[in-house]
């Protein structure tokens, strides 16, 4: 077999379809590395978490003697502080959990100092 005389320019050629192809898909074509893709399926998890149990802190705090005063105290806590006021309640505290979730307990307070208005 013999080779043919411009192999070095077929060899840089492929070089360079391959860097091209390369930059195109990390930019525009939206690939992503193993780390990346770790590190965003596990936010995509906890945000999930955070999603489904926020609703049954909702409830439970709700559910408390003198409910209302307590959402009213609340509302009147800066909203810096108002995950913490839930998560001292031991609303966010989930069962089997040791400690409340912080992240479960801000968006717990959020959900209770602004509830959302019914549509007409």
Known sequence: MTMPKNISTLIWSAVGGAVLCMVIGFTWGG??????????????????????????????????????????????????????????????????????DSDVARACAEMLASPPTPKT
């Open 31 to 100: 690939w992503v590395t193993g780390g990346t893709a770790r590190k965003d399926s596990a936010s995509a998890v906890r945000d999930a978490v955070v999603v489904a149990l926020a609703p049954i802190c909702v409830d439970r705090f709700s559910r408390q003697d003198d409910a209302a005063g307590k959402i009213a105290e609340l509302t009147k806590a800066s909203t810096w502080d108002r995950g913490n006021v839930v998560a001292k309640s031991g609303f966010a505290t989930m069962p089997g959990a040791k400690d409340a």
